[in-house]
């Protein structure tokens, strides 16, 4: 089978060549390389049948003639400052040519390949490899359109909850007190006189589990619900009112909506994360299907 060639440029990948029209290309030793019969990314150098083409390094530099005798260097990988070394030192270390170096006699850190004596030693940070290349295309399509659908679809389906639960609750509060009267929310007895609780409505009672005398009932059932998911409770069951959401509906209206969008924010974080998850996945495997041989 003939081999065929593909090489990383300036980060992207160009290919498929054949060997005779590879070597028509400026190769470096750095470029990394994919070949057929190898199926993995590797330094042009480490190619025999390049090896006559590759453009040679340059040439060593003579220490001697910088007059840096006795000088030290700190340098920041990685976010981190290390350091300090001799000129000897710093080079055993792998040295891109834009880490950041700052040497003894400056005032000011400079990127490795302003250094004379690091001409010979520097790196060339290699192009992203295809895999690369596509997650970060991944990456920029979800913040673009799909995290934005997503904030859209949280506002929206959270409003439209919040305001629907409070509609459901409202409604059922105002029956329920026209129903009773408002005879469940302190009396301490029950009497067939006007205003107070029956035997028989005690009896009849499905609003509240158990009926509490001298107690705002509906208040005390309201604290009971807690915060989270307390407006999705409208749905399938009954939300009940604190003594203050009792007076005031805005304060209904808000604590719901409040609840709606913080208990929404986990189930759309974590729809956004799996399907993050799902896509990243999904473009390694395409990418290494591909450059796999046929």
């Not at 006699?105 to 290699?126: C, G, L, N, Y």
């Not at 009971?224 to 399938?236: D, K, L, P, V």
């Amino acid at each position: 089978m003939e081999q065929y060639y593909f090489l990383q440029k300036n980060g992207n990948s160009q290919g498929p060549y054949r060997l005779v029209d590879l070597k028509k290309l400026a190769i470096q030793a750095d470029d990394l390389v994919w070949r057929n019969n190898t199926n993995e990314w590797v330094k042009a150098s480490d190619l025999e049948e390049l090896s006559d083409i590759i453009i040679a390094k340059a040439p060593p530099v003579d220490e001697s003639s910088l007059n840096i005798a006795g000088l030290y260097y700190f340098i920041q990988q990685k976010g981190i400052k290390k350091g300090p070394f001799k000129l000897q030192e710093l080079k055993q270390l792998t040295i891109y040519f834009d880490e950041l170096v700052w040497r003894s006699d400056s005032d000011q850190w400079k990127k490795s390949s302003d250094f004379e004596e690091f001409r010979d030693s520097f790196v060339i940070k290699p192009p992203p490899t295809p895999t690369e290349q596509n997650i970060t295309e991944v990456n920029k399509k979800f913040v673009s359109k799909i995290f934005g659908r997503l904030v859209y679809l949280y506002i929206t389906i959270s409003v439209l909850i919040g305001i629907i639960s409070y509609t459901i609750a409202q409604t059922s509060w105002e029956n329920y007190i026209k129903e009773t009267e408002g005879k469940y929310l302190g009396n301490t007895r029950s009497s067939n006189a006007p205003g107070y609780v029956t035997d028989y409505e005690l009896m009849m009672n499905k609003r509240y589990p158990y009926y509490r005398p001298n107690s705002n009932n509906e208040s005390a059932y309201g604290y009971g619900q807690g915060f989270w998911f307390r407006s999705f409770i409208a749905f399938g069951g009954t939300v009940y009112l604190t003594e203050e959401e009792q007076r005031n509906s805005n304060a209904l209206l808000g604590n719901l909506m409040l609840s709606s969008f913080a208990s929404l924010s986990f189930i759309f974080v974590a729809i956004g994360l799996i399907y993050y998850t799902i896509q990243r996945v999904s473009t390694e495997v395409e990418i290494e299907t591909s450059i796999l041989p046929k």
